[in-house]
């Protein structure tokens, strides 16, 4: 709908996404409601259809406002000397930012799952804003690498320290962000060798195998429809079953989302320690796994859009998937690592920052478009690497 013409609609329908941040934050995007948003406001229900068309509309203009405010904030800063002061700048507006509006931020994770068009619209722009910064200091494409890479660590240390833990985002992240985008994941050479053998994939369920192709099913079904908007009876028919077979196997439409999370999160782990089975290094290993992400990412399309339904249904089934991951991973790195091999030394900030650059190199990689001009190999020598 077109802006208000007056300042005082102009307030009224800045008020109104303020209140929707605060309700999306509180409720879930998927939950709330134009009634509560209005209630928030102190407006009624009738004044929302004024500046708003639908609630898609409200969160639309809601991740607008965030992504703007980033993008102003990162835009003004001042030009630093060297490439890592400018990406420790670039992180300290992104958090800055972010903290001030985390109840955006809340929702605009939530509703960036169930609709990639706006997920594009809102880091695609970020994205090229923040390469341009760097571009100073990285060449050509490399700085669209460098950019989505910092995005991607940034993305997840703000997820963890001011949504997860409630806290404040400690220095040493700021630090190991811009460290892992400027010097590289690896202070060594970055490492070749023969492309990896194809690790376990989500291959179809073998004949009469009905609870795996009960998972296959939920898994597309959830990724397509959300969590809310799946049907029991839709998962069981895309299987080829009746609706009663569906609970020989699953207590309830939430018991299928957990198992189907579950094993996406199986898949991943045993793809990756099959991809780097035999490397070199800690570092080899690192580049592998990337790899093996980028392949499943492929394999499992809906995979991003049913975390993030699990992250908002159940934050338990959350942490048994990030957390789990996590915490094994820090572990890993830590007995495998040599002295000097990765830019950044806290082996938990580390991993973190490792599993965010994956997550938003992926999406770009696979379904967003991918980097023009760079192979995978090149893409993964310049975030390995760093901006030389």
Known sequence: MAAPATPKGLKTRERLIEASGAVFARKGCAASGVADICSAAGLAVGGFYRYFASKDEIIAALMRELRDDLIRAVSELPQAATAEAEAAGIAAAFFGVVGARIDGFKAMREAEASNEALARDFYGPLAEVMAGRLGRFAKGPRAAAHAWSLLGALYFYAVKFL??????????????AAALC????????????????????????????????????????????????????????????????????????????????????????????????????????????????????????????????????????ADAYYGYILRGYAEQIRKARKPGEFSVDDNALLALGLMGIGHMLGMKRVLWGGFRGMSEDELLKAVFEGIK
């Open 163 to 176: 949504i997860w833990e409630r806290g404040k985002v400690p220095a040493a992240a700021f630090e190991a």
């Open 182 to 317: 400027v010097r590289g994941i690896s202070r060594k050479t970055f490492p070749w060798w023969q492309p990896a053998l194809t690790g376990p994939s989500q291959a179809r369920p073998l004949p009469g195998d009905t609870r795996g192709a009960m998972l296959t099913a939920a898994e597309e079904v959830f990724g397509r429809c959300g969590y809310n908007g799946a049907r029991v009876s839709e998962i069981a028919k895309k299987a080829g079953f009746a609706a009663g077979t569906f609970y020989l196997f699953f207590d309830s439409k939430q018991d299928a989302l957990e198992q189907v999370v579950m094993r996406m999160r199986d898949c991943l782990v045993k793809k990756a320690a099959a991809y780097s089975a035999g490397s070199g290094s800690r570092a080899e290993t690192e580049a592998l796994a990337f790899r093996a992400l980028f392949d499943f990412i492929r394999e499992h399309p809906y995979g991003y859009r049913i975390m993030r339904e699990a992250e908002f249904t159940d934050q338990k089934l």
